[in-house]
């Protein structure tokens, strides 16, 4: 990668402050996202995924904090910025689109009108105009008749409706980094083909980039070009798309893509995951978070995980990854560690 | 095969406006209004067989009266119209108030979505699965607790985990005690709810396992409800596809993903994402679904968002036909079916 990238986060750790302890949620975590790129963060539930996206766009929860590391967006750092500073890109370069659209809107203010106060604050839009804006913002969005739904309010629209209505306030300001936190979970899968397109479209119109957070392996793989995999607070591998699901080197990644249901053509050749994430909280984690669920681990991953160096293409922090193929040396794909 | 279940002609509608309840409805009488309020065809017409043993799959959007058919024919709620048989016995005509002490309420039990929001979250797993077979078994003391204990033990839900509330469990074994439950008083239909719906990929993998190692060791039929279709194909030998209200297609499962007849289906199917293979097929629905409530009874309820749609849509309500082991509701169903192979 030549130019700049959207945003590049590197050594980010976070931690929750509770009553049963401190809860490692993020170690060390660290992607980046060209401009126009879409990558998608993937893991299951606990693995950092939303918390990675929260701690970027400064709403972590006030238990959580950011122990290390930073964000750039451009030249900012996100992590570090004062809130000022932090509240002038936040909605104008960077946008997010949340898991539920019913909860994430205001219910008792209508949707064009939310649209129009982002319009207002960050898209430099004079206050009369911005209320005929927002129906052409809903009109892009498809929703159908937007000059009635614009006076809507979000219990008054279908769970579809309410998506587009939060991709269209998330849009307002047309940002160049656009964060999709789990956008279609709820929505029916011919609903959530619609919402993925029209999110693609308005992203490669606007040369925007997008980190697309889910839990589906298969969705990922047919919208972003690249896979980050997460696993406790870890990236376990971060590869192209075409190339994650051709050669899994992270055991982790081989074993989500064996539990993924497409994967199989019966129940019989589906394979479970073994175990279950450790417990954050633990003082004696190990360096790899993954080693006591791992078939492949070794005396050597009692050492600390394996860095990204700054051009791997495909990163892998495992110190017995799978082999690539046979035409592939072990010398090619050893990570260079830090 | 012997059929367990045979649904014939089943309709569940629920009045909508102007209040449903009794004095609202003695308000309209007294002003001489119309009796008839406006109603929801939440199920319409339905008929369908399940087989002993066979797995049946139910798959349709929100919104498609999946969860009504779901609960008209486990008789939580009242029918409307039509039959439900389950072996000899007719079951419809019995108010769900009734029928919930009914001999025969053991034998279709159901599993819901999340455990977590369907148990009561003051009952521990243990009470949680002793609850049916108290109030259908009137099982007590130690007989009580070596059942409990058993089907624990088949679901594969430790035994020391007995004593916990819901919120103390994981959502995986949350899952088994769901099951644990609905098995308990040896169900020959379980009616499962997408059962796999909240749970990470890695635990689905072990609880749809569950589900067919139970089936199997146990005899039972299952109506498996779910908007995943690759967990459809995997668990089910024949699959229905509900549009709102009806349905519009069924098939053996594979079948009907490999070569989807119906407009609806084929959207469906193809908007399952896929690990390889890419976005292949871009067809896409657009628009809203059609209102449910008191639907034209001649235009075809997938008319307006259907890609195909052509006049005598409007005009003729497709009916559901057979076409071998496959039916299908589409007048232009013959145009679809695959096409006997040739080999070249």
């Known amino acids: 990668m030549t130019t700049a990238p959207a945003l590049l986060v590197e050594d980010l750790s976070v931690e929750f402050r509770t009553r049963a302890g401190i809860v490692r949620a993020l170690d060390r975590v660290g992607f980046r996202v060209g401009r126009g790129e879409t990558i998608a963060l993937v893991g299951e539930s606990g693995s950092g995924k939303s918390v990675t996206a929260y701690a970027v766009m400064g709403i972590l929860d006030p238990a959580g904090r950011v122990t290390a590391g930073r964000a750039m967006l451009g030249g900012l750092d996100l992590l570090n910025a004062k809130p000022s500073a932090l509240a002038e890109v936040r909605g104008r370069e960077i946008a997010m689109i949340f898991q539920n659209p019913r909860t994430a809107l205001n219910p008792i203010r209508p949707v064009g009108r939310q649209i129009a106060d982002v319009l207002i604050r960050h898209g430099n839009v004079p206050r009369r105009e911005a209320p005929a804006q927002a129906v052409e913002m809903l009109r892009a969005v498809g929703i159908t008749d937007p000059a009635r739904r614009a006076k809507a309010y979000p219990f008054e629209m279908s769970g579809g409706m309410c998506q587009r209505v939060m991709i269209a306030i998330a849009l307002a300001a047309k940002p160049s980094l656009l964060i999709a936190d789990e956008p279609t979970t709820g929505l029916d899968v011919t609903t959530q083909a619609v919402i993925m397109d029209l999110i693609g479209e308005l992203a490669a119109q606007m040369g925007m980039a997008t980190i697309f957070i889910t839990h589906d392996l298969a969705l990922a793989g047919q919208r972003s070009a690249r896979i980050v995999v997460m696993h406790a607070g870890h990236v376990v591998e971060n590869a192209p798309t075409a190339e994650l699901f051709a050669h899994p080197r992270h055991p982790y990644t081989a074993e989500l893509i064996a539990a993924t249901p497409d994967s199989a053509a019966n129940l019989d050749q589906l394979a479970a995951i073994p175990g279950a994430l450790p417990d954050l909280r633990r003082v004696d984690l190990p360096p790899c978070r993954y080693v006591e669920r791992c078939p492949r681990k070794l005396a050597a991953c009692a050492a600390p995980l394996p860095q990204p160096a700054p051009d791997t293409s495909h990163f892998v922090a495992c110190w017995n990854p799978l082999p690539i193929g046979p035409e592939t040396t072990t010398e090619a794909c050893t990570v260079s560690a830090a | ?344």
């Not at chain 2, 699965?129 to 839900?157: F, H, N």
């Not at chain 2, 084929?266 to 399952?272: D, E, F, N, P, W």
């Open chain 2, 1 to 344: 095969m012997t059929a367990l279940l045979s649904i014939e002609h089943l309709a569940k509608l629920f009045p909508v406006g102007g209040g449903a309840g009794t004095i609202a409805r003695l308000k309209r009488r007294l002003a001489g209004g119309a009796q008839t309020l406006p109603k929801v065809h939440a199920v319409d017409d339905v008929s369908f067989v399940i087989a002993k043993g066979e797995t049946v799959g139910l798959v349709g959007e929100s919104g498609c009266g999946k969860s009504s058919l779901v609960r008209t024919l486990t008789r939580l709620v009242d029918v409307s119209d039509g039959s439900i048989r389950l072996g000899n016995r007719e079951l419809s005509l019995k108010p769900a108030r009734v029928f919930a002490r009914d001999r025969d309420r053991a034998r279709i039990q159901m599993v819901f979505q999340d455990a977590g929001e369907s148990v009561n979250p003051r009952f521990t797993a243990f009470d949680a699965i002793a609850d049916p077979l108290r109030r259908l078994r009137k099982l007590r003391g130690g007989a009580l607790r070596e059942r409990v204990e058993t089907v624990a033990d088949q679901c594969g839900l430790p035994r020391q985990l007995l004593t916990r509330f819901p919120h103390q469990l994981s959502g995986g074994q949350r899952a088994r005690v769901g099951i644990a439950r609905a098995i308990a008083v040896e169900p020959d239909l379980l009616v499962l709810d997408e059962p796999t719906a909240a749970l990470d990929v890695s635990v689905q993998v072990v609880i749809l396992k569950l589900l067919q190692r139970l089936k199997r060791e146990l005899g039972m039929s299952y109506l498996f409800v779910s908007h995943d279709l690759s967990v459809v194909r995997l668990l089910c030998d024949r699959v229905l596809v509900m549009y709102l209200g009806k349905i519009v297609e069924s098939g053996p499962a594979a079948a009907v993903f490999e070569h989807p007849v119906h407009p609806y289906t084929q959207a469906l199917v193809a908007a399952v994402p896929r690990l390889h293979g890419g976005d292949g097929a871009r067809l896409r629905l657009s628009g809203e679904p059609r209102s449910p409530i008191d639907p034209d009874p001649q235009v075809c309820r997938f008319y307006g968002r259907c890609p195909r749609g052509e006049d005598s849509c409007k005009t003729a309500m497709p009916a559901l036909r057979r076409f071998g082991d496959r039916e299908a509701a589409c007048h232009f169903a013959e145009g679809f079916l695959p096409q006997p192979k040739v080999v070249s």
